[in-house]
Structures are given as structure tokens and as C-alpha cells.
């Protein structure tokens, strides 16, 4: 590479792979490292000592989104991901076409790209953006959203990453068997045996959607009868909370969510799985902690509950951090802290069936509201409602360079 040559490629490389591991909360020797976000990173090394790495010229990103027909939910959430630092530059530059390994046309995540062009434009020439061909363009990827009936933000939040991550998949599709499925690493220690399964789903799943948003849950279940203990891996893109009941109406706080989802939940023999030593389905106990952060967690505060015959919605307010979350406590032991910060929050309000979503996003000068097609400036003591829907926080030692306008 022209101008390259005064950059020590083998020391950058180790130095970056260390900077990497070091940021995950990561041990050398147990480190999956996606081969294409290295790559990836190397090159951006290379071209800032350069002095060639594109920059982008960005106008404010105060423009609203036209409501085209109960589309609010959808308007809260691209707000949201637009303000995604990582996943706006990475559409915008166009990276995608480059990084995946379809030959197909990405239709979806050109569509998404030309919204956030459009939210993004240095001219600001208009003061809201139409997304009706994103929308057209989704509908016909998941045709569930056919319609135009009112949706869940959060289930459109995962139908669409879903299909972003496939279309940009820097993976050729493998079907799984399930003689894959089966394999069992009992041999490992814990970190062993989560460091092999992430790498296993990047054999399979590797794309800029995973690099900021997919994170690795761990299951650990322990027998009430030999004490055998027992973990399975998953791969998440958000955590759904449960949102403790208080009869007083009196706020809770997201510290407690998250408590209540980490907490030991005992199984009786009908409810729970098979003990891999006892070979048959014991009373046990089972507990949910994080055992890979990603770059950008999401966090659904889980407002809405199904009975038989109905849903009903929580107004308890949630009282969440701005800065300094720490999620330390609720990944592996002696993790340390692990630091996140807010960015944007989707909010719901009003009730079940006559509800609507908007958007709080932090920007350069302050927090503004999105509400369709109007943006306006709030204050951070205005964040803090019951409405709150889902969160977005960022790694706090994740940083992104821009120039603005």
C-alpha cells in the first residue's frame, strides 16, 4: 500500500489485536477476534497513518422522519440506530458493499442507508425525510410487518438487524445439523467453552450488525441432586428486562431489572431440562449472566404482558443512568467494571391499543426529541419518564471521529 511503508504492519497488528481484547474484557489466550473486523481494523490503522482515511462530512442530524401511515414506531427506531455512530458511518461510507459475501443486492440495507443519507445530509436541505421505500423494501423482506397497523418498536428492532445482519454477512450460509448442535465441551473451563462457541457463530454469522450489537449470554444450571452445574452459550442483540411490580407505584430502578433478571430461578422436575449426569430431569436451579459485551447494548424494558385474554401495559417509571452503567456486576466473575453510556432511548406512550413511539437521541449540543417529523431540543431531567421503551447504551471506551458541519 502506497504510504504505508513506514508503519510496522506486524507490531500494529499485535498492538490493535491487544487494544481489541483488552477493550471485551478479554484474555489473550481465550480471544475470538472475527478475521474480517481485524482486517478491517488494520486497514483503518494503516490509512490514518496515512493521512488517506475518508472522512464524513455530516450535517446536524436534526431531521425528522414522515409518519406515512402508523409508522411512528418504525420513525423511533431508525432514529435511534441512525444515531448509532458505528452502524451510520459504516452505511453511509457504503463499507457493506466491500465486507459481504453475497453477490446479491443488498436491497434492505441500501434502502436503510439512503434514510440515514437522507437524516445525515451536510445540506440539510429537507426538514424530514420520507422512508416509504424502506419501509416498501422491509415489508417485502418480513411480510409479518404487511399493513399498515401499528407495531412493536422493539419486535421491528430485531426483524430488522436480523435482516441487515443477513444481507451484509461476511459468511457464506451454512446450514446447521445437529450432530453441531450437540457438541458438548465439558472439558473446558467456562471461558474455554464460551470462546469456542462465539467462534463456532462467527463461522457462521459475522457482519457490522454483530460487531456492535451481539453480545454471548451464558445459562448456568445446577442440579439440586448430584450438583452437577451445566452452561449453555447464546448470542443476543438485546436484553428483554422484566420490570418488578411495586403496588405503591413507586419508581424502580433499572439496577433492579437487571438484578431481577439475573436472579437464581429454581425448576421444578416438569420444568426442567435434562442433568447431564443424572440423565434425567431433576430440580434445579438456573441463572442468566452475560458473558460477552457488546459494543452497544440494547435494553428492552418489558412493558407489555400477555394473559390469556388480553395485554396490558406497565407505567412504572424505570429509573435508568445516563452514564457509567456498569454491567460488571452481571458478567463473569472478577470482569471488573464494564462502563456504558446512553445514546438514544425509545419511548411508548399511551396505552395498548392507542399508542405512540418516539425517540430521545443524544447529539453533539444536547438530548432532542424526535416525533415523527419534529425535532426538538429536551433536557436530561425530561428523559427520566414511564415511558421509556428501550434503551440504547454505547461502551463508554468506544469512540468514533467525525466532522461535522
Known amino acids: 500500500?502506497?504510504?504505508?511503508?513506514?508503519?510496522?504492519?506486524?507490531?500494529?497488528?499485535?498492538?490493535?489485536?491487544?487494544?481489541?481484547?483488552?477493550?471485551?474484557?478479554?484474555?489473550?489466550?481465550?480471544?475470538?477476534?472475527?478475521?474480517?473486523?481485524?482486517?478491517?481494523?488494520?486497514?483503518?490503522?494503516?490509512?490514518?497513518?496515512?493521512?488517506?482515511?475518508?472522512?464524513?462530512?455530516?450535517?446536524?442530524?436534526?431531521?425528522?422522519?414522515?409518519?406515512?401511515?402508523?409508522?411512528?414506531?418504525?420513525?423511533?427506531?431508525?432514529?435511534?440506530?441512525?444515531?448509532?455512530?458505528?452502524?451510520?458511518?459504516?452505511?453511509?461510507?457504503?463499507?457493506?458493499?466491500?465486507?459481504?459475501?453475497?453477490?446479491?443486492?443488498?436491497?434492505?440495507?441500501?434502502?436503510?442507508?439512503?434514510?440515514?443519507s437522507g437524516l445525515w445530509d451536510v445540506n440539510e436541505e429537507d426538514t424530514e425525510v420520507n422512508p416509504r421505500q424502506f419501509y416498501t423494501v422491509f415489508k417485502e423482506a418480513v411480510p409479518y410487518f404487511s399493513g399498515y397497523s401499528q407495531q412493536d418498536a422493539q419486535e421491528f428492532l430485531r426483524f430488522l438487524l436480523d435482516r441487515l445482519h443477513t444481507e451484509i454477512n461476511r459468511r457464506p450460509y451454512v446450514r446447521q445439523t445437529g450432530k453441531e448442535l450437540e457438541q458438548k465441551y465439558a472439558k473446558f473451563r467456562i471461558a474455554e467453552e464460551a470462546s469456542a462457541m462465539w467462534k463456532k457463530h462467527l463461522e457462521r454469522d459475522d457482519s457490522k450488525i454483530g460487531d456492535i450489537f451481539s453480545g454471548q449470554l451464558r445459562s448456568s444450571l445446577h442440579c439440586s441432586v448430584c450438583s452437577h452445574y451445566s452452561n449453555t452459550f447464546d448470542v443476543f442483540c438485546d436484553l428483554s428486562l422484566p420490570i418488578p411490580k411495586r403496588s405503591s407505584g413507586r419508581e424502580v430502578t433499572l439496577r433492579e431489572c437487571l438484578d431481577l433478571f439475573s436472579q437464581e430461578e429454581r425448576l421444578d422436575k416438569e420444568n426442567?431440562?435434562?442433568?447431564?449426569?443424572?440423565?434425567?430431569?431433576?430440580?434445579?436451579?438456573?441463572?442468566?449472566?452475560?458473558?460477552?459485551?457488546?459494543?452497544?447494548?440494547?435494553?428492552?424494558?418489558?412493558?407489555?404482558?400477555?394473559?390469556?385474554?388480553?395485554?396490558?401495559?406497565?407505567?412504572?417509571?424505570?429509573?435508568?443512568?445516563?452514564?457509567?452503567?456498569?454491567?460488571?456486576?452481571?458478567?463473569?466473575?472478577?470482569?471488573?467494571?464494564?462502563?456504558?453510556?446512553?445514546?438514544?432511548?425509545?419511548?411508548?406512550?399511551?396505552?395498548?391499543?392507542?399508542?405512540?413511539?418516539?425517540?430521545?437521541?443524544?447529539?453533539?449540543?444536547?438530548?432532542?426529541l424526535y416525533n415523527d417529523s419534529s425535532v426538538t431540543p429536551v433536557s436530561e431531567n425530561q428523559l427520566q419518564t414511564n415511558q421509556a421503551y428501550v434503551l440504547f447504551y454505547q461502551r463508554s471506551n468506544s469512540t468514533t471521529t467525525t466532522v461535522r458541519k
Open 1 to 116: 500500500m502506497p504510504g504505508a511503508s513506514g508503519v510496522n504492519v506486524e507490531g500494529s497488528c499485535e498492538a490493535l489485536c491487544r487494544t481489541l481484547v483488552s477493550q471485551n474484557g478479554l484474555q489473550r489466550e481465550t480471544a475470538d477476534i472475527s478475521q474480517s473486523v481485524l482486517y478491517t481494523s488494520l486497514m483503518g490503522l494503516l490509512l490514518v497513518a496515512d493521512n488517506e482515511k475518508e472522512q464524513l462530512n455530516l450535517g446536524s442530524g436534526r431531521v425528522g422522519l414522515r409518519n406515512i401511515g402508523n409508522t411512528c414506531f418504525l420513525n423511533a427506531v431508525v432514529q435511534c440506530l441512525s444515531h448509532t455512530h458505528g452502524l451510520r458511518d459504516y452505511c453511509l461510507l457504503k463499507s457493506y458493499k466491500q465486507e459481504k459475501f453475497s453477490k446479491d443486492e443488498a436491497k434492505l440495507m441500501e434502502a436503510f442507508s439512503q434514510v440515514l
Open 272 to 368: 426442567s431440562p435434562m442433568c447431564e449426569r443424572c440423565n434425567r430431569r431433576t430440580e434445579s436451579t438456573k441463572r442468566l449472566s452475560i458473558q460477552r459485551f457488546p459494543q452497544v447494548i440494547v435494553i428492552h424494558l418489558n412493558r407489555f404482558t400477555t394473559a390469556r385474554w388480553s395485554i396490558s401495559k406497565s407505567t412504572v417509571c424505570v429509573f435508568f443512568p445516563l452514564t457509567n452503567l456498569d454491567l460488571g456486576p452481571y458478567g463473569p466473575l472478577d470482569c471488573g467494571p464494564v462502563l456504558y453510556d446512553l445514546y438514544a432511548i425509545c419511548n411508548h406512550s399511551g396505552t395498548v391499543n392507542m399508542g405512540h413511539y418516539t425517540a430521545c437521541c443524544l447529539e453533539e449540543n444536547g438530548w432532542c
